[in-house]
């Protein structure tokens, strides 16, 4: 027979048994259903990730640290080590290694290096903003040059701009604070005041204290010394859902940051000290100069690594749902193979009449097989189908809700993975009916009408 007219005939011997039929390829739709919105997802996860990293990350940044255990949070350097000043201990007991004034002058001598901006630990004791009279705390950071933000007011120099020094970008958030509008804030004054680190004083030192100043003079003494930094809101950083970190600081320029940061070290074992320092690769590839740096005993990241971070978390993500889909067509294939040898019991008199009508056995299995590959065909419909048509109707309230921002959904179905995936399902659908197929090719003529 015609490979046209088997088809159609198992098309028919289907459709003679809708039920059962339909039972089988909806068992093989759950799986269809689930890997149809998995690929969906970690397609549209993917795109959603370049677009974060490509409109936030200049793409020749690198961001360089002395310890690697940094970039690897199951590493750890607790335990017994020898001791190095250099190192910053944690609470836990471990050890990071930091980059010290040295390395920093070394890594602005690289030719292949630019833009060399260290990442600074700032403290404060509290702030002002013009037109309050109240005090408030909030962590203290550099503007980060090579990631751009979205403003809620006021404006934010171009990528691989530096605010300037007398210049403060303050998120959102904390306009709702202050009950203001963000546009009400720009132009405002806000004091920052951060207090020198002194080494505690010696029982001489006290005792003169005392016969000097009295207790006003152990007051002030407890107090410390502190400073006022007058800054200019430049902006008010905006909540984006293609911001690559949701900012919970106030910003300030990167020359501010060292000098703040200086100020309350100094005299300290952190003064001059930074656990991490972001760069741009000059005239050359970022993994070029990653290279590089790691033969002098450095560690770094690229915005690709970065990306290459998110895109792991996705691909765990959805290798558990897959895993679960997987699940789902095993059983279904266990159908396949019951719903196929009950059909054959049931046409053992059909098959012995087309045997000894002269069709040859291999047209018998080849007949099984298609109508396998039918009920693969119709659950990978059904389930790719279904999947399609929530996710898309879906995917408007998911943006909405997520806050992923207009033009970006998380859903993004492709005609070729679910073309892909019905054919996968077919196939699979076609191996599961081959015993079934095999059973039937050779059952005997003679034997198979005289069954009742």
Same mark, same amino acid.
């Not at 690198?62 to 080590?81: C, H, M, W, Y």
């Not at 990071?96 to 690289?110: E, F, G, H, N, V």
């Not at 000059?282 to 100069?289: E, F, H, L, Q």
């Not at 990306?307 to 691909?315: D, K, L, M, S, T």
């Given at each position: 027979?015609?490979?046209?007219?088997?088809?159609?005939?198992?098309? @028919?011997? &289907?459709? !003679?048994? *809708?039920?059962?039929?339909?039972?089988?390829?909806?068992?093989?739709?759950?799986?269809?259903?689930? &890997?149809?919105?998995?690929?969906?997802?970690?397609?549209?996860?993917?795109?959603?990730?370049? *677009?974060?990293?490509?409109? /936030?990350?200049?793409?020749?940044? &690198?961001?360089?640290? *002395?310890?690697?255990?940094?970039?690897?949070?199951?590493?750890? /350097?607790?335990?017994?080590?020898?001791?190095? #000043?250099?190192?910053?201990?944690?609470?836990?007991?471990?050890?990071?290694?930091?980059?010290?004034?040295?390395?920093?002058?070394?890594?602005?001598? @690289?030719?292949?290096?630019?833009?060399?901006?260290?990442?600074?630990?700032?403290?404060?004791?509290?702030?002002?903003?013009?037109?309050?009279?109240?005090?408030?705390? =909030?962590?203290?950071?550099?503007?980060?040059?090579?990631?751009?933000?979205?403003?809620?007011?006021?404006?934010?120099?171009?990528?691989?701009?530096?605010?300037?020094?007398?210049?403060?970008?303050?998120?959102?958030?904390?306009?709702?604070?202050?009950?203001?509008?963000?546009?009400?804030?720009?132009?405002?004054?806000?004091?920052?005041?951060?207090?020198?680190?002194?080494?505690?004083?010696?029982?001489?030192?006290?005792?003169?204290?005392?016969?000097?100043?009295?207790?006003?003079?152990?007051? *002030?003494?407890?107090? +410390?010394?502190?400073?006022?930094?007058?800054?200019?809101?430049?902006?008010?950083?905006?909540?984006?859902?293609?911001?690559?970190?949701?900012?919970?600081?106030?910003?300030?320029?990167?020359?501010?940051?060292?000098?703040?940061?200086?100020?309350?070290?100094?005299?300290?074992?952190?003064?001059?000290?930074?656990?991490?320092?972001?760069?741009?690769?000059?005239? =050359?590839?970022?993994?070029?100069?990653?290279?590089?740096?790691?033969?002098?005993?450095?560690?770094?990241?690229?915005?690709?690594?970065? !990306?290459?971070?998110?895109?792991?978390?996705?691909?765990?993500? !959805?290798?558990?749902?897959?895993?679960?889909?997987?699940? #789902?067509?095993?059983? =279904?294939?266990?159908?396949?193979?019951?719903? !196929?040898?009950?059909?054959?019991?049931? @046409?053992?008199?059909?098959? +012995?009449?087309?045997?000894?009508?002269?069709?040859?056995? @291999?047209?018998?299995?080849?007949?099984?097989?298609?109508?396998?590959?039918?009920?693969?065909?119709?659950?990978?419909?059904?389930?790719?189908?279904?999947?399609?048509?929530?996710?898309?109707?879906?995917?408007?309230?998911?943006?909405?809700?997520?806050?992923? +921002?207009?033009?970006?959904?998380?859903?993004?179905?492709?005609?070729?993975?679910?073309?892909?995936?019905?054919?996968?399902?077919?196939?699979?659908?076609?191996?599961?009916?081959?015993?079934?197929?095999?059973?039937?090719?050779?059952?005997?003529?003679?034997?198979?009408?005289?069954?009742?």
């Amino acid at each position: 027979m015609k490979m046209r007219d088997i088809v159609r005939r198992a098309g @028919r011997s &289907l459709k !003679q048994a *809708k039920a059962r039929t339909l039972l089988t390829s909806l068992a093989i739709a759950v799986g269809a259903f689930a &890997l149809t919105l998995t690929i969906a997802a970690g397609q549209g996860a993917r795109q959603y990730a370049d *677009k974060l990293i490509g409109s /936030n990350v200049n793409p020749q940044a &690198l961001f360089i640290v *002395k310890d690697e255990t940094i970039f690897s949070p199951t590493a750890t /350097n607790a335990g017994l080590r020898e001791y190095n #000043a250099d190192d910053t201990v944690l609470s836990d007991g471990s050890a990071i290694k930091q980059l010290t004034q040295k390395d920093i002058d070394a890594l602005s001598k @690289r030719k292949d290096l630019e833009n060399i901006e260290p990442a600074y630990n700032l403290t404060m004791n509290y702030l002002t903003v013009e037109g309050s009279d109240k005090k408030y705390t =909030s962590s203290l950071g550099a503007y980060g040059a090579t990631i751009l933000s979205d403003t809620a007011a006021g404006t934010l120099p171009a990528l691989g701009t530096q605010i300037k020094d007398d210049e403060v970008v303050m998120p959102e958030d904390f306009a709702s604070t202050l009950g203001k509008k963000p546009s009400e804030l720009i132009g405002k004054k806000l004091t920052l005041t951060v207090a020198k680190a002194a080494a505690p004083p010696t029982e001489d030192e006290i005792a003169q204290i005392v016969a000097t100043e009295g207790t006003a003079g152990l007051a *002030k003494l407890a107090k +410390g010394e502190t400073k006022e930094v007058v800054l200019t809101i430049k902006a008010i950083k905006k909540k984006s859902a293609t911001a690559l970190t949701a900012s919970t600081s106030l910003e300030v320029s990167n020359n501010q940051a060292r000098q703040i940061a200086e100020y309350t070290t100094q005299g300290t074992n952190e003064y001059q000290k930074y656990f991490a320092v972001s760069a741009l690769a000059k005239d =050359s590839k970022p993994d070029d100069v990653k290279a590089a740096l790691k033969n002098d005993g450095y560690t770094a990241q690229t915005a690709k690594d970065l !990306q290459g971070v998110i895109f792991a978390v996705v691909n765990t993500i !959805q290798g558990i749902v897959v895993g679960f889909a997987i699940v #789902a067509l095993i059983a =279904s294939v266990f159908g396949i193979i019951n719903t !196929q040898y009950i059909s054959v019991l049931e @046409r053992t008199q059909q098959i +012995g009449l087309m045997k000894a009508l002269g069709m040859r056995g @291999r047209d018998v299995a080849r007949l099984f097989r298609y109508e396998a590959a039918w009920i693969g065909f119709l659950g990978g419909i059904i389930g790719a189908g279904g999947a399609t048509i929530l996710g898309t109707s879906l995917n408007p309230w998911i943006t909405k809700t997520f806050s992923l +921002g207009d033009g970006n959904t998380i859903l993004i179905f492709e005609p070729l993975p679910i073309v892909a995936l019905i054919i996968s399902l077919m196939i699979i659908a076609v191996i599961a009916g081959y015993l079934p197929a095999r059973k039937a090719a050779k059952l005997d003529p003679i034997e198979a009408l005289r069954t009742e």
